[in-house]
């Protein structure tokens, strides 16, 4: 299937359209989309086709616990066989990295894989911690 971030089942013989934008614009596109949800931290901006970037709806919760579920996050996603999100520590934090290379890569895979994110259990529970402790989210 080629090495990269995303898998598509139809694999190498029906590849989908390549994004004509390119690896490093897709990474932009991702960002984009980060920065219009207050949920969404751009740890580091897009370059090269990688963003790193982490999930806490409120930065009054401890780091340790938006960590945790970053990690969560990404075990969910990963599971599904849609996309390979990997974790890194950035700055003394967990932090999601989409990684934009594999030339099968569309701007649909890279948004959804974020919207993907956003649904998991792991997400789910950050927001009703953050709901529960009366956190101001964004």
């Known amino acids: 299937r080629g090495g990269g971030i995303f898998q598509h089942p139809a ?9 004509p934008r390119g690896d490093g614009l897709l990474a932009l596109a991702a960002q984009e989309r980060l920065e219009g949800n207050p949920e969404w931290q751009v740890v580091s901006p897009a370059h090269f ?18 960590d945790q579920i970053n990690q969560e996050m990404a075990r ?6 849609f996309a390979q999100v990997y974790t890194t520590q950035l700055r003394g ?24 994110l956003e649904s ?7 927001r009703r911690l ?4 009366g956190l101001q989210v964004g």
């Open 76 to 81: 969910e996603v990963t599971a599904t066989g």
């Open 49 to 66: 086709g990688i963003v790193n970037f982490r999930f806490a709806p409120s930065k009054e919760a401890p780091d340790a616990t938006w």
């Open 93 to 116: 934090r967990t932090v999601l990295r989409l990684c934009a290379i594999n030339p099968r890569t569309t701007q649909e895979d890279v948004l959804q894989t974020i919207q993907r």
């Open 11 to 19: 694999g190498p013989a029906h590849p989908p359209a390549r994004s």
């Open 130 to 133: 953050a709901e529960e402790k």
């Open 120 to 126: 998991t259990q792991a997400a789910e529970r950050g």
